[in-house]
């Protein structure tokens, strides 16, 4: 008989963030062969299955025995041991045997026994603890309850002191806390208590209703408000229009950060100096706002928010951030780097070294001020942006402006690039700044720990130098250690961002790292080129080249000798080879597709040729043929790098 | 609707029936109810304690000359410790909050994730800020660690703002407009406190003096925690007065901060002393605990 499973971790209030970790845990559950679907609300991860044994199977377990040439007394007390008698043996080969009978179990008592460490054993982030002291159990946040339902039976365990039954808890305020459930009535018993156990339903509920009062969808905050609220409805308040007078980017990360709000953006028609809309949308965990209160604490607290950013608006408006230079001396950016100060005389040498323009310099100059601006002192998230919104005020020059606003881009892998020329060149100086000054003094990044995000601003180098086609070497922004690391980040780059194969960027990065833009459009021919019929076939050639080469420890140098030359696939190879010299194809699509061409050439030439001549020269002039061809060929990619269909089947 | 004080008493009503001690402020500084012996020392140990207290809590950093209708060079936190935490932790907490007359149905709450960390008193906990229609209106925490001691008896810290919570009640933009008690506004009772003492924090406090003062109760402190290995009746030893001492010097450590003496190489030197001290007296009120059962 299959059975149904139904278990439900009642908990106090989980971190939003943490739960679909949780849950993808949870699907792998082992749950004999069962149906696994999970999903959670913030007081509640629950796992449903279906198809659950009631029993496992009996099953049989062959014992070895003594040898028949022991006699029937050591068999009989082999059989005794094992609590079988004597005439249950069979005789296998030179040995007594036993097959024994084991039978299976009630997949409930199983579950009663694994479910407790299962439970336990989830992974997170950050766990506590609330009872038995410190070496009690861990969890996220305390567990306050539990069902668990084979069948509509009560599954029996206890965890940290609470014991498994069939009764769950509704919405803190709008449901009961005791309301007995079978697996059938559990998820309709729950929305009548006001919890929507499905995410995918309060995210769904969530958007509908935001996007409906004129909501500006921001899906990391979609995803936040899902796992905060148990029943989500959404609300519109209003502010002061007189607000919009301060920055859309403030205004934005109050309401968005600070408060959780959707912003509103104003109609086209209506948009003026700002595309906000005085309005916010606000997602509460109950199920509407009667009275209005809501709408009205909400609006307050926005208020006093606002205020405070004008406030600091204002303050910081009465030192310019060109006087703010000397007061960077005091914000430390690393201990051993010294100060914010020390940084920026660095990042503006920097920054003229690698030829950037006297607005580049002077964003440089400017580009860390707003560190010590009441704004940035409690919006952190928006330094840069204010740092450029002030200098815009003060009247700097757009491209200035511009790039100290854009400078800390790109923040993720998915966050785009600065836009102007400035900002490239100010954001890769002072990545690299930080880079470099990090490694020097042994700060490099080692296995999970990356306390100064070097990753990610070394994935940011990468991405300036590749989509802003800067015309920097790698070779010559780093050397040793930082070097690796960023040619590691380089392969990230293009294998996990862009999406090329392992095999096609080892094959592009071989012979040697070109400017990174050249690096992508090799990799591009490449890609392109890849799923046509002749190209595997000559990758392959290659391989057998190298190897041949390899073997005979050749490293080229002298010329062919024409003279040499056999008739046949021989000079019909070095011919070609010649041409494709000759022609001297620049468009890496085009070249790789003459190099294509060589295919039945070369395959021509393995077939009679033996390379291996017996004569030393004739066998000299072969190698170095294949030698020019290899040499040739990889100027793009080192095709022996690429794993053809061949070798991957083996 | 309830004035301030009303307020105030309606929660110690609330957490007195439910076992609580009330206790009445620590008469030294202090920068949150947390560092209150009250809390700070009856969180450690294998003792069961509740214990509710308002604390005026000084940080003079935050001082604005009484002109900013939301910060405050002190404010008064109520503060709950409920050891160890009763299951329904969650639920009494939400009753306090009806019993004060906020009708939860008819509000939006959230617990939102907020863990506690404080450095200089080597203690940090779980938990979350709670949120009343978008305010956060208290902070909720279980504490794992204090004085760089692992907690026995996870304790349950339940910390109200009551101006913030003062001022969402009586449906006022500034604190200053909240009625203290009737005819009198928190402003009358408070006003010139905030003027003067943002005076004095930021403009006159005298830097020198300061530091030599936190030289002072520090060796004072250091000087006591060396000699409770070798005294003979643990249990008379006045671990409690070094621990004033440690308040003392958080004390002065924030006003030099204020003052803009510390330089950001200096801060964190100074906030180890403090944590040293803290640490120390942490371990010795353990110790003598220990002695005693």
Partial sequence: MSLEFLLEIGTEEIPHWMIPGALAQLQKLALFGGDISVDATPRRLVVRASGIPERTPDREQVIKGPPLASGEKAA????????????????AGNYYE??????????????????????????????????????????????????????????????????????????????????PVTIASYESELRKNHVILAAHERRHKIETEAAKLGAKIDRDLLETLTFITEYPAAIRGDFDPAYLELPAEVLTTVMRHHQKYFSVEASPAEAGATSLAPHFVAVMNTAGDPDGLVKKGNERVLRARFNDARFFWDVDQQKKLIDRGDNLANVTFQAKLGSYKAKTDRVVALVGELGGNTHAQRAALLAKCDLTTEMVKEFTDLQGIVGGLYAKFQGEPEPVWRAIYEHYKPLSMEDSIPETAEGQIVALADKLDTLRGCFEVGLAPTGSKDPFALRRAAQGVVKILVEAKLDFLLDHLATGELRAFLEERVQHYFREVQGFKYDEVNAVLAPGISELWDVEARLTALAAIRPTEDFEALAAACKRIRNILKQANFEGGGAIDEALLEAGPERELADRLAEFVMANETDYSNRLMAISGFRPAVDKFFDKILVNAPDARVRTNRLTLLHKLYTEFSTIADFSEIVTAGEQKS | MDTFQETVFKLKRYWAERGAIIQEPYDVEVGAGTMCPETFLRVLGPKPYRVAYVQPSRRPADGRYGENPNRLYKHQQLQVILKPTPDDVIEQYLGSLEAIGIDLAKHDLKLEEDNWEAPTLGAWGVGWQVMLDGLEITQFTYFQQCGGIDLELVPAEITYGLERLSAFLQGVESVYDIVWAPGFKYSDVRFNDELQFSVYNFEMATVDRLWRLLAEYEAECQELLAKFPKYPEKHRFPVLAAYEQVLKCSHLFNLLDARGAISVTERVGVIKRVRDLAVGTAKLWAEQQEAAA
């Fill in chain 1, 76 to 91: 009989e007390g082999f059989a005794k041991k094992q609590g079988a008698d004597a005439s249950a043996l069979r005789q």
């Fill in chain 1, 98 to 179: 036993l097959v024994k009978r084991i039978p299976g179990r009630a997949v409930r008592d199983m579950l009663a026994e694994s479910l407790p460490g299962a439970v336990l054993g989830l992974q997170w982030p950050k766990t506590m603890y609330w009872t038995g002291g410190k070496n009690g159990p861990r969890f996220t946040r305390p567990i306050r309850w539990i069902v668990a339902l084979l069948a509509d039976e009560v599954i029996p365990f206890e965890i940290a002191g609470v014991k498994s039954g069939n009764v769950t808890r509704g919405h803190r305020k709008l449901g009961s806390s005791a309301i």
